[in-house]
């Protein structure tokens, strides 16, 4: 039997990567939840499109966009080589990263990061940025909750993560890390958005359109009191 719907536009396969609180997280429930998950929800309801999520591997989502899944939304930072493989949707958060220290560490400014050993999550923007710092030893984890874990355990001197899952992280483990803001090592503002197929300009443009009325009829600010600011 059909399902009693009003989404007459078929379904949008969508690819996240639900181990980066408060964008996605595996609810109470064992479903994918948090900012993204709604905001996509809300973008489906608009173009008349059943979402279903397929949670993945970071690292692996915009390979798969056009095979696995039709579009990504993941936290995920527009970079110039992403855009190579996928095109964007207009952006829908501005973030940087933040550095997660245990709570007796000197590491103060950019240049304390010189020769560590930082942790990261796998093919992510902070893995990026640690490439670059001189004499540094990169680990790569699929989950950044992992790298974490490891700072905690000592095997590691700091971690390089997006600001609002550092926060959570942050909190959740107060009595052992700090988080230092990212202006204290000169990152760049990153800008997230929808990872869509390249040259889609159909899709492309009703996603775009439901972003610009989610954030004029208010459920966009809605969405961020509830999921982020809360
Ligand atoms: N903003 C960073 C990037 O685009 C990290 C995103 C990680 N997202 C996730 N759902 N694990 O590379």
């Known amino acids: 039997a059909k399902a009693d719907t009003n989404n007459t536009n078929g379904t949008l396969v969508v690819g996240t990567n639900a181990a980066f609180p408060p964008f996605e997280y595996v609810g109470d429930d064992g479903e994918p939840d948090g900012f993204d998950m709604a905001l996509i929800k809300a973008v489906g309801e608009k173009i ?5 999520i397929q949670d993945m591997e970071f690292d692996s989502l915009v390979s798969s966009i056009g095979s696995k899944i039709d579009v990504a939304i993941a936290g995920m930072t527009v970079t110039e080589e992403r855009q190579k493989t996928v095109d964007f949707s207009e952006s829908y958060y501005e973030a940087v990263q933040a550095v997660i220290v245990p709570k007796d560490s000197a590491i103060a400014n950019a240049d304390d990061l010189k020769n560590l050993t930082i942790g990261v999550q796998l093919g992510t923007t902070g893995e990026f940025i640690a490439d670059e710092i001189e004499g540094v030893n990169v680990s790569a984890y699929n989950k950044a909750v992992d790298a ?12 390089i993560v997006d600001k609002n899952p550092a926060e959570v992280f942050g909190t959740q483990y107060s009595d052992k890390v700090n988080v230092l803001p990212g202006t204290d090592f000169d990152f760049e503002p990153e800008f997230y958005a929808i990872a869509l197929p ?6 492309a443009n009703k996603i775009n359109t439901a972003i610009q009325e989610l954030k004029a009829d208010g459920t966009y600010d809605n969405l961020v009191k509830e999921y982020i600011e809360e």
């Open 48 to 52: 008349g499109m059943d979402v279903q």
């Open 148 to 159: 974490v874990n490891d700072l905690i355990n000592g095997r590691l001197d700091c971690v």
């Open 198 to 203: 390249k040259g889609n300009t159909e899709l």
